[in-house]
């Protein structure tokens, strides 16, 4: 932002009020936000700017096995 000289003011405020913002608003950046495939076309993508790692945990002894994503879907919750 210093080297074009220009301000943009940074606000902070709820997740789903930015969220529509950006998607109503020219010129608004949203920050973070899981890029999909229904947002695909909703938004101009710059990034990554981060990437995430997902990982489970199952109690010892739960009998929980998870190989696969699909497996991770058929676990009934996952708190």
Known sequence: MRQTGQEFPIKVMPWAQGYTMAQRQPNVALYSTTRTESRENLFKWVGPLATMKW???AKAGSGI????LDD????????
């Open 72 to 79: 991770a879907k058929k676990v009934g919750s996952t708190c």
């Open 65 to 68: 096995k998870i190989s696969s």
């Open 55 to 57: 990982v489970f945990f």
